[in-house]
């Protein structure tokens, strides 16, 4: 069965480290913080300029001043630190955050990702995003394997404009967990009850099948 | 040390010398440490054709949303700035000029615009639309995209305290864009919370110093909250 | 948080990993700021071939000079070299490679290179020895230089006081350019007068945030004065 | 008679204006300090991280980690700013300093300024003096008209290698207030009982002399 979104955002949070500093975005990776495994300690960078991001304040707690990059309030941990946005930023572009994971519409075999613009559509912008792609070493995406109308979101050459180019190796969907080297995406993992060939036959780009594609367990 | 002294009593004063089809850039990350006083200025004063330099453009109603409503920005640039009907329909219906910039290169322009630095390199946005038609080169095999500073005619400025020499310190993540804003402006107006005497502020600790200031003028903020999310108080 | 504790107990614990040939990256003015104990233990360990990008090379028997005692610097890139007459020595017996670099643009240097931004165009140094051999090109009708980041295998940092998880802030003007070489080594290393707690440090004021440092030691400094200027106490 | 280096310092504080922020180089321009006109108020930047640098320390007031660009120990005033060296120099590079005074070897008819390196002789380097050249509007350079052995350091062309290419716009000798525009010297001022025909025998770049030139009065 394919992944739920907690599911996803679990299976991503086993790849944190201790001592990992982390960029989530919105959506699905925000959900990770919640998985955070024992005995592992992360801190989360937010990227309009607070490192050490906690949980959503109490309603005494709510402080406008206080806010993430998803515009909503936030409390800070203690050892925290807060700086302006061109420093927040410096942290990103220069490749300090170990672990970014963000969602998209589409990834490639190239590693190629566009996940901000659909043409015809209303554009809000990038916001960050074209930043943490292009700054951080260590991306995960995460999004469904097939669009709702079945189209499949892993592909040879990315159709809609690009987040960032050549900048992913990992990408976890509600189907799969798959590495992108070499120009093919690579299966790594599958969810649960879900066979192999649904997996294949749900991307688009090319796929390198090992002899034995472990399950995830949850 | 009169000639530091840089109160003044009214926004009027404040932002005195704006004009139509001038360039302002305003410090904000959403409705975060927004320069809520002279946004509400310029509207007051009526000048149009505005380029305004600014991570978003507010909401229907508040921050720089409200400029929109009588058509005073002409152009905007921003990283992101999807949370305003009437922005759509003004981009829609190409009465107002929007230029995507992405959020990191944002900050860097506006930095690099106050320290004198015409132009660098990042690697963000090569390859997508927004490297189309700029300038690219390599540094150590990696593919990189030349990005030009940012000034501006005005910056106007959200800081939380300023002493009368226009040192200024930020409260918590109203920080955001303010810092480099008020180093890229010809003229920059920081409104305040508090104003406080010389030597109030610890000199290390000043995030803005007074010699990026022109104007410092004490405000009274509403600081509308965009996203209010709460947790339980724990039992 | 223990993956977040940046305390080791040592100098050898502390720069554990440099080797020969190796570029070290170091905080300071003059004498003010100055990684001491960093460079005492980099003298013990006796590693040569080094590397360093520091402002100055400190004088005879102190600060980085130390390290010329044993050859142990293959090459400086600093501003201002001159306070040192082994350094000159071994400069003129071609034993010690200069690369003179303009303040402004060795600070700048050190920042882009923590910032990952590999280039940037300055106006500093065009029409002089040090635009020679570089890109040159013109915005807005100024002639501007290409200059390229560094980064370095180690940064040697000192820091007034940090908190457990490299949160860092510094005393007066030894901060210099010690929050720029922090940002810019593979392996930061603060040491420090005072460790605290997590927390004790205002978030808002921290100069340099813990992501950058990898090593916290704590340490014992002489402060040496270069030039020791006074005047009289009032009556 | 040739200005003394209190005289030109003197002359020099006559330029500030109320609410300057000054950067005064090693020299003479540190003298210049002790001359700002009554009335007038002017804040010292050092570019080692300073702004608002005060007179030098007492005894019991002696802090090493409180030094000016000079390494020598100095107090900040009531109100002043600490910062890195990158931020100092984006206020230099910037533009944001309204005056620098710093000496010089030489200076030429197109405003280029040499002030750093004789070849052949030790290199100690430029410091942040090609920074402070580039990156100031306002810059006046104070230094003797000629050198001991007679030789004219005013030049149609420096002869040392640059610390900045033209970037001077006036210069202050012992001898006169000159101004540099259009490609020639323009004699402003003379020192107390200096005659123009001393002046303009010892500047060896072209130099354009008034009908009356003003004297200096001290």
């Known amino acids: 069965m394919a992944l739920s979104r907690e599911q996803m955002a679990q299976r991503v949070a086993r790849e944190l480290k201790d001592g990992y500093y ?20 992360v801190m989360l960078q937010s990227e309009n300029g607070l490192l050490g991001m906690g949980q ?5 707690e709510v402080d406008a001043d206080m806010i993430n990059a998803g515009k909503q309030t936030v409390t800070a941990i203690t050892g925290a630190s807060i700086f302006s946005s061109a420093d927040s930023f410096a942290m990103i572009r220069g490749g300090h955050v170990d672990l970014t994971v963000l969602g998209a519409f589409e990834v490639d ?3 190629n990702i566009a996940s901000w613009m659909v043409p015809g559509k209303l554009i809000k912008g990038m916001g960050g995003a074209m930043d943490l792609v292009a700054g951080a070493d260590n991306i995960i995406v995460t999004m469904t394997h097939a669009s709702k ?70 | 040390m009169s000639g530091f002294d840089k109160v003044v009593d009214s ?45 978003n453009c507010g909401v229907d109603g508040f921050g720089l949303g409200v400029l929109l409503e009588d058509k005073q920005i002409s152009k905007m640039v921003s990283s992101y700035v999807g949370e305003n009907a009437l922005f759509e329909k003004q981009m829609m219906e190409g ?13 860097e322009k506006l930095r690099a ?3 004198g630095i015409p132009a660098f390199y990042t690697a963000t946005g090569f390859g997508t639309p927004i490297g189309e038609g700029k300038e690219s080169r390599q540094f150590d095999g990696r593919d990189y995209i030349l990005e030009e500073s940012i000034t501006g005619d005005f910056a106007i400025v959200k800081g939380w305290k300023a002493d009368r020499y226009g040192n200024v310190i930020y409260r918590h993540t109203a920080q955001n864009f303010n810092p480099m804003v008020a180093t890229a402006g010809k003229i920059t107006v920081v409104e305040v919370e508090e104003i406080v005497e010389p030597g109030e ?9 007074g010699i990026y200031v022109n104007r410092v003028v004490l405000g009274n903020f509403e600081k509308r909250i965009e996203q209010r999310t709460v947790r339980q108080a724990d039992a």
Not at chain 1, 56 to 60: A, Y
Not at chain 2, 21 to 42: D, H, K, R, S
Not at chain 2, 95 to 107: F, H, K, N, R, S
């Open chain 1, 109 to 111: 075999t190239q590693g």
């Open chain 2, 11 to 55: 926004y009027e004063e404040a932002l005195a010398g704006l004009d139509n089809n001038m360039t302002v850039l305003a410090g904000g990350f959403g409705l975060c440490g927004i320069p809520e006083g002279c946004i509400a200025q310029i509207k007051r004063m009526g000048v149009r054709g505005l380029t305004v330099v600014s991570n």
């Open chain 1, 149 to 218: 109308h079945g189209e499949s979101k892993l592909l040879s050459e990315c159709s809609l404009p690009l987040t960032g180019a050549g900048c992913i190796k990992r990408v976890l969907t509600d189907l799969a967990f798959i590495e992108i080297k070499e120009g093919k995406f690579w299966l790594l993992e599958r969810a649960p009850g879900v066979s192999v060939e649904e997996i294949v036959e749900k991307t688009a780009g090319e796929i390198v099948v090992p002899e034995h594609v472990p399950e995830m367990a949850f």
């Open chain 2, 95 to 107: 009465e107002l000029e929007v230029e995507l910039t992405p959020q990191g290169t944002l900050a």
């Open chain 2, 113 to 115: 615009g106050g320290a």
């Open chain 1, 22 to 41: 982390v960029n989530l975005g919105i959506g699905i990776p925000t959900l990770v913080a919640n998985y955070v495994p024992d005995g592992i300690e």
């Open chain 2, 201 to 209: 502020l610890d000199p290390s600790q000043i995030q803005t110093p």
């Open chain 1, 56 to 60: 959503f304040p109490t309603e005494d």
